[in-house]
């Protein structure tokens, strides 16, 4: 398939793949091994010569793994050939909603970190058995998740929510 037909062009494309691939590589430091792309943060991403910028959205406010998150990400796309210059930044808009967590993202954090990702307010499934969950405290380990415990397996999971 041929994208673009101008030399310059397709340098430029190629340019952009490789330095979305290079944000893809960065997981988030609270669940290992899925990518932040994956999570829904990554918002935009503009070339201009060698000059790339980088518009992330937080999942949650004041997370102290946001610098390390928007470090990895400069250092990584700097990696890239063609690129001279990197700035990071964390965009006020859109919110991040659970509805941002793409569907292989959802299905690491299900299989590998038993957290279940809720969509508006539809009852989350139960990660390990499909089962309905039962909200048992509001506030989980941050602001947007919370705690559930499934009604089959009397497993406590985790739900990331808006
Ligand atoms: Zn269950």
Redesign the pocket.
Known sequence: MVRIDTRGGAVAASLEDDVRSAVFSICDPEYPGVSIVDLGLLESVEIEGGVVEIGLIPTFSGCPALAMIADDVEAAVLAVDGVCEVSVSWLRSPAWSPGRVSVRGKDALKTEFTVAVQIGTSTP???????P?VEKSMFGPSRCRSVHR??????T?EVMRG
């Open positions: 499934e139960c990660p390990l058995c499909g089962g969950t499934c009604d089959a397996c009397t497993e999971i």
